[in-house]
Nanobody, 115 residues
């Protein structure tokens, strides 16, 4: 089973930036798409951005204009560049690999944005 490992989270001041990484233990092409989700305390997990195996991207309201999802196929890694961070972006960020008949979650990385 492919394992996904997120990294890059941390504490940042409002207005700052972070770049999250989601590294796969095997070929990232095993997935039709990779998505970033986040879950804030007391809230449901929400979809942030997706990128397909062909590089097509989609962003959801929370990410539009501030976040960029990208992938490095040679490194089997998907990134989430987050700029203009706000305190409401504080959450655990997860990546999920989506294939036809299965999906895999990473363990998450904490992002905390101070005001």
């Amino acid at each position: 089973q492919v394992q996904l490992m997120e990294s890059g989270g941390g504490l940042v001041q409002a207005g700052g930036s972070l770049k999250l990484s989601c590294a796969a233990s095997d070929s990232i092409f095993k997935y039709a798409a990779v998505a970033w989700y986040r879950q804030a305390p007391g809230k449901q997990r929400e979809l942030v951005a997706t990128i397909t195996s062909r590089g097509y991207t989609n962003y959801f309201d929370s990410a539009k204009g501030r976040f960029t999802i990208s992938r490095d196929n040679a490194k089997n890694t998907v990134y989430l560049q987050m700029n203009g961070l706000k305190p409401e972006d504080t959450a655990v960020y997860y990546c999920k690999g989506v294939a036809t008949s299965y999906d895999h979650w990473g363990q998450g990385t904490q992002v905390t944005v101070s005001s």
